[in-house]
């Protein structure tokens, strides 16, 4: 590389910081504003289908340490069984104008799905569903997946590290969550603890997926992203 693109990069690469902070910021704002409207809809689809749902990972934090949303988050994210009727689920979705906007399959070196996890979009607004297996190995301990560290190509989207976390779930009460009826884990505090460590309840904006308490990441998994479902 010669001085002068090097000067261009080093000019090229705050801008690209600022432009990438106001972009996050600016959807930050519109899923704060959006958010509750939207997921009233979100509700009213899941009831439309017969469809369970329970608040997790960020959202369920928000809901049990701040009663709302966390000030920096960006999306909703909830958990679903794996047993759940998916056609069923995402007709009742789409007639509440939510689109599927993408898809992140879970694969093994020997080509086996072992997972999905699906976002579904609307008035800017994400919602992310995680699908919950039970562990074959532990009565009410159930496990998911989440993502982390990308490779973004033209036509693709690949996760090279595909954590699997695994939770305690005892069962599921009501609760209340930006007016809406929803349910949470019975045993919510061992729940948060899982994947979130003792100490929960003290706000941590710097908080990643690696700091995960019971997260691991599969050996030879990768995770594509499908966009559109």
Request: hydrophobic share 40%.
């Amino acid at each position: 590389m010669n001085v002068f693109a090097r000067l261009i990069n080093k000019i090229k690469l705050p801008f690209s910081k600022l432009r990438s902070n106001y972009l996050f910021e600016k959807r930050r704002e519109n899923f704060h504003e959006e958010s509750y409207i939207v997921f009233q809809d979100f509700c009213k689809a899941f009831d439309d289908s017969k469809t369970e749902f329970w608040l997790v990972f960020g959202t369920l934090l928000g809901a049990v340490r701040e009663n709302g949303i966390i000030r920096h988050d960006i999306d909703i994210d909830v958990g679903v069984k794996s047993n759940i009727d998916y056609t069923r689920l995402d007709e009742s979705l789409q007639r509440f104008g939510f689109i599927k906007k993408r898809q992140i399959d879970v694969f093994s070196k020997n080509n086996e799905s072992q997972g999905s996890e699906m976002t579904y979009f609307k008035n800017g607004v994400s919602i992310d569903i995680f699908i919950f297996y039970p562990l074959d190995t532990q009565e009410n301990v159930y496990f998911t997946h989440a993502f982390y560290d990308r490779i973004v190509h033209d036509n693709f989207i690949i996760y090279k590290k595909v954590y699997k976390i695994e939770f305690p779930l005892e069962g599921l009460i009501n609760s209340t969550f930006i007016g809406n009826n929803v349910l949470i884990p019975s045993n919510y505090d061992s729940f948060l603890m899982a994947h979130y460590g003792p100490n929960y309840m003290v706000p941590n904006s710097k908080w990643k997926l690696t700091d995960s308490f019971s997260g691991k990441v599969l050996a030879n998994s990768l995770g594509f992203v499908n966009f559109n479902g």
